[in-house]
């Protein structure tokens, strides 16, 4: 935490950088417990003036809003947000993986059609093709557009690998012909 001995250190995350009567969270902070503390592993920045603290990362996130990225879903909090595990991001000269990273995807921005709960756009352990729409972690993630969403996934019945070949909304398991729905991109 900074005690006044000047106005830059290298900082993990996590680490205390002042309190939130004194400074309030910048960039790549967060408050916790009344503490201002880092999200990312960086140079604090205190800002006497203003009473704001920054942390610079000290490697830059490949992660930008309007990139593509491919993620597993790993987690339902409730039946209208999935979580992601980030895993890869579309370049220009292909797919680069990345240091894994947590995508949020709301229901509101799972499917062009309006569904009821985020299950009807993806499930547990399936790979998703997505948009960035927020520019730092936790990812804010979107499966709205042709060449978005589901690109594998398992039939919920059998566990048999499906992947999808168009963007269909209802898909049937080759082995033992369950359907199910997904918000589908073509491979």
């Known amino acids: 935490m900074q005690t006044g001995s000047g106005d830059r250190a290298i900082v993990a995350p996590g680490e205390e950088l002042g309190v939130e009567e004194e400074y309030l969270p910048g960039d790549n902070t967060y408050v916790d417990s009344g503490y201002v503390k880092s999200m990312v592993l960086g140079v ?5 003036v203003n009473h704001v603290v920054n942390v610079r990362p000290l490697k830059l ?3 930008r809003p309007g990139q ?3 993620g597993k879903v790993y987690y339902f909090p409730n039946d209208k947000v999935a979580m992601v595990r980030i895993f890869a991001v579309q370049q220009q000269d292909g797919v680069r993986r990345i240091q894994p990273e947590t995508g949020i995807l709301y229901v509101a921005y ?3 059609e309006r569904i009821g709960t985020v299950y009807d756009a993806v499930g547990l352990g399936d790979l998703v093709r997505a948009r960035v729409l927020s520019s730092k972690p936790p990812y804010h993630i979107s499966l709205r557009g042709p060449l978005l969403g589901v690109v594998e996934t398992r039939c919920p019945q059998c ?8 963007t269909v909304s209802r898909l049937t398991c080759p082995v033992c012909g369950f359907t ?6 073509p491979s």
């Open 61 to 63: 996130s490949l992660i």
């Open 110 to 112: 799972a499917s062009e």
């Open 180 to 185: 199910f729905r997904r918000k589908t991109a």
């Open 68 to 70: 593509i990225v491919y």
């Open 44 to 48: 604090a920045e205190w800002d006497r």
């Open 159 to 166: 566990r048999a690998v499906i992947i999808p070949s168009s």
